[in-house]
C-alpha cells in the first residue's frame, strides 16, 4: 500500500461548486486538495477553454457547442450548472486557460492536471493545440501535467522533457496496458468502473495509477490497497474528513 496518496480535485470541488470553474478550483485548494483537474475544450478561434463537454447547454443552459463561437462569446456565458444549482451560481464565468492558469498558480497547488478533451482538440494540428496549451499555462511551469485519451497528443507532451504526462485509458485491458508501457507516461489514469472486480493490485509500470471518480473513503482504501497513488474526487472536503487528513476542528 503507498505510504501517502494524493488527493486531486476532480474539476475542483465539483460536489459544492460548478465544475471548471475559478470559484470551484478555490475552493478545492482551500478545503486541501493536493492537486486539481481540469477540461479542455478548443474555442472556434483555438483558445482553450475550461469546459467538460462540446455541447454547452449542461453547464451553461445555452444551446450550441464550444467549437462554434469565439473566446470572447464563450466567457459571457455563465457556468452555472443551472440544472444542478439553478440561479445559485449565476454569474460564475467559463475560465479560459490562461485565466485558470494564473489562478492556479497563486494558489499553488502541487499538481495541476490538464486534460485535453479529443472532441475540439483537432480544430488545428495537434503539435499546433499542445503548443497553444503549454503556452497558456505556461504560469504553472513544471507543475502542469498534460493528460488524454488521444494516445498521439500523450507521445507530443512526452517529447517534452520539462512536460509530466498521463494517459487515460479507454479500457483496462492487456492490449491498452501495453500500449501504455510503449508510451511511458508518468501517470496512467483509469475510471474506477473499468478497473478489474476485486482488491488485486493494478498492473504494475514505469507510471503511478490514477484513479477517478473516487467518491469515499472505503473505495479510496481499496484502491491504496491496490497500489493506487492518487484518487481523483469531486468532494474533496468530504474524502479528507472521511480518511482522517483533515485536522481542522
Given at each position: 500500500?503507498?505510504e501517502?496518496?494524493?488527493?486531486i480535485a476532480?474539476?475542483g470541488?465539483?460536489?459544492h461548486?460548478p465544475e471548471?470553474?475559478l470559484?470551484?478550483?478555490s475552493?478545492?485548494?482551500k478545503a ?6 481540469l477540461?479542455l475544450?478548443f ?6 477553454m ?5 455541447e454547452?447547454?449542461?453547464?451553461t443552459g445555452h ?5 462554434d463561437l ?6 459571457m456565458l455563465?457556468?452555472?450548472?443551472p440544472?444542478?444549482?439553478g440561479d ?5 464565468p ?7 492558469s494564473r489562478?492556479?498558480a497563486d494558489?499553488?497547488?502541487e499538481r495541476?492536471f490538464?486534460?485535453?478533451k ?8 495537434l ?5 497553444r ?9 513544471g507543475?502542469?501535467?498534460?493528460i488524454?485519451?488521444?494516445h ?6 512526452a517529447?517534452r522533457?520539462?512536460i509530466e504526462?498521463g494517459?487515460?485509458?479507454p479500457?483496462y485491458d492487456?492490449d491498452?496496458l501495453?500500449?501504455a508501457r510503449?508510451?511511458s507516461p508518468d501517470?496512467?489514469?483509469?475510471d474506477?468502473?473499468?478497473l478489474p ?7 504494475a509500470g514505469?507510471w503511478?495509477w490514477?484513479?477517478y471518480e473516487?467518491?469515499?473513503a ?8 491496490r ?5 481523483e ?17
Amino acid at each position: 500500500m503507498p505510504e501517502r496518496c494524493t488527493l486531486i480535485a476532480h474539476r475542483g470541488y465539483a460536489r459544492h461548486y460548478p465544475e471548471n470553474t475559478l470559484l470551484s478550483f478555490s475552493a478545492a485548494v482551500k478545503a486541501g486538495a493536493d492537486a486539481v483537474e481540469l477540461d479542455l475544450q478548443f474555442a472556434a478561434d483555438g483558445t482553450p477553454m475550461v469546459l467538460h463537454d462540446r455541447e454547452l447547454y449542461r453547464t451553461t443552459g445555452h444551446r450550441a457547442r464550444v467549437d462554434d463561437l469565439d473566446a470572447d462569446q464563450l466567457t459571457m456565458l455563465n457556468a452555472h450548472e443551472p440544472l444542478r444549482f439553478g440561479d445559485r451560481f449565476r454569474g460564475e464565468p467559463i475560465p479560459t486557460l490562461a485565466q485558470a492558469s494564473r489562478l492556479l498558480a497563486d494558489l499553488r497547488a502541487e499538481r495541476v492536471f490538464l486534460e485535453i478533451k479529443p472532441d475540439t482538440a483537432d480544430r488545428a494540428p495537434l503539435p499546433a493545440t499542445l503548443a497553444r496549451v503549454l503556452a497558456d499555462s505556461e504560469p504553472l511551469g513544471g507543475r502542469r501535467v498534460i493528460i488524454s485519451y488521444m494516445h498521439t497528443m500523450v507521445e507530443l507532451a512526452a517529447s517534452r522533457p520539462d512536460i509530466e504526462t498521463g494517459w487515460v485509458l479507454p479500457v483496462y485491458d492487456g492490449d491498452h496496458l501495453e500500449r501504455a508501457r510503449g508510451l511511458s507516461p508518468d501517470y496512467l489514469l483509469c475510471d474506477l468502473a473499468r478497473l478489474p472486480a476485486g482488491r488485486a493490485a493494478l498492473a504494475a509500470g514505469c507510471w503511478q495509477w490514477t484513479v477517478y471518480e473516487v467518491a469515499n473513503a472505503d473505495q479510496a482504501r481499496t484502491l491504496l490497497q491496490r497500489d493506487v497513488t492518487h484518487l481523483e474526487t469531486m468532494a474533496i472536503g468530504e474524502l479528507r474528513r472521511e480518511l482522517g487528513l483533515d485536522t481542522s476542528p
